[in-house]
């Protein structure tokens, strides 16, 4: 069955950086686009960014643009959320998500656990 | 502030029905599908209904989904307690090139 494990979060200082992972398996990872969405405390949900299955193609938020990248190794299955120049409000759970569509760039379909990002002082 | 609007609360009584809305626009759900997930407490999202009113295999056609214009709607029949949880509708905006999310509907059964 469809798994996705986020791993990496922790706490970090502001203006620091982290590198979340997420490993996947139980589906051709190289056909599907892949998601990051957070979730601060007691907030709802809000997309971060997505890449294309072969990696060419990568979108951000507005809050987060040129601040995170996202990238993908194929070889690993893995996603990665590099984040940089972190600020206080980005504090939340951050999920991993397989796209619904094969090949497409759509909406998160299968979600992992998450994982916590503090930034705090 | 949401890009697609959702009431943030609903409740019912356990059998009764019961209708979310989500109100987006003309880069969103007007010309896009729409999802819904439920997550309930202390527990990751989990896909609700896809491609306005597809339910994934699993989920109890209960759950219904429809869309109309630049509005979507998720209801839930028979109530139960276990219902419970927030619910959140997505569609993808052409404009900002990325997913959107309504604010989330905490649903409870009284």
């Known amino acids: 069955q469809v798994q996705v494990v986020e791993s990496g979060g922790g706490v970090v200082q502001p203006g620091r950086s982290l590198r979340l992972s997420c490993a996947a398996s139980g589906f051709t990872f190289r056909s599907y686009a892949m998601h990051w969405v957070r979730q601060a405390p007691g907030k709802g949900l809000e997309w971060v960014a997505v890449i294309s299955y072969d990696g060419n193609n990568k979108y951000y938020a507005d809050s987060v643009k040129g601040r995170f990248t996202i990238s993908r190794d194929n070889s690993k299955n893995t996603v990665y959320l590099q984040m940089n120049s972190l600020r206080a409000d980005d504090t939340a759970l951050y999920y991993c998500?397989?796209?619904?569509?094969?090949?497409?760039?759509?909406?998160?379909?299968?979600w992992g656990q998450g994982t916590l990002v503090t930034v705090s002082s | 502030q949401s890009v697609l609007t959702q009431p943030p609360s609903a409740s019912g009584t356990p059998g009764q029905r019961v209708t979310i809305s989500c109100s987006g626009g003309s880069s969103n759900i007007a010309n896009n599908t729409v999802n819904w997930y439920q997550q309930l407490p202390g527990t990751a999202p989990k896909l609700l209904i896809y491609?306005?009113?597809q339910r994934p295999s699993g989920v109890p056609d209960r759950f219904s989904g429809s869309k109309s214009g630049t509005s979507a709607s998720l209801a839930i029949s028979g109530l139960q307690s276990d219902d419970e949880a927030d619910y959140y509708c997505?569609?993808?905006?052409?404009?900002?090139?990325?997913?959107?999310f309504g604010g989330g509907t905490k649903l409870t059964v009284l």
């Open positions: 998500a397989k796209d619904l569509v094969i090949y497409f760039l759509a909406l998160p379909g299968n």
């Open positions: 491609s306005n009113n």
């Open positions: 997505a569609a993808w905006d052409d404009s900002l090139i990325g997913p959107v």
